[in-house]
């Protein structure tokens, strides 16, 4: 069983930039696919991309691509997410997800790391 742990949020003002972390134990993590999730207050959660297991193909979603990248550490067990040129409707908390069998339905999650964008 997996556990992931993410970290790296905090408060940052409008264009500026955060690398969130998902740090995992408890299994080989470079067999996992990984996805990003975040959720506003009020709000559903909202898909932000995932990085597939072993080659590390990623995929983004409309709404964040070209400011996000999501990449992975296999050594160390942790998938990154950059943010670059944050907005204030970039504000929640976002967590990381794991699954080994497939990228659409994750099975393992981390608690979440708040992010809030100042304008």
């Known amino acids: 069983q997996v556990q992931l742990v993410e970290s790296g949020g905090g408060s940052v003002q409008a264009g500026g930039s955060l690398r969130l972390s998902c740090a995992a134990s408890?299994?080989?993590?470079?067999?996992?696919?990984v996805g990003w999730f975040r959720q506003a207050p009020g709000k559903e959660r909202e898909f932000i991309g995932r990085?597939?297991?072993?080659?590390?193909?990623?995929y983004y979603a409309d709404s964040v691509k070209g400011r996000v990248t999501i990449s992975r550490d296999n050594a160390k067990n942790t998938v990154y997410l950059q943010m670059n040129s944050l907005k204030p409707e970039d504000t929640a908390v976002y967590y990381c997800?794991?699954?080994?069998?497939?990228?659409?339905?994750?099975?393992?999650w981390g608690q979440g790391t708040q992010v809030t964008v100042s304008s």
């Open positions: 408890g299994g080989t993590f470079s067999s996992y696919y």
């Open positions: 990085i597939a297991r072993y080659l590390g193909t990623t």
């Open positions: 997800a794991a699954d080994s069998r497939t990228p659409n339905q994750y099975t393992y």
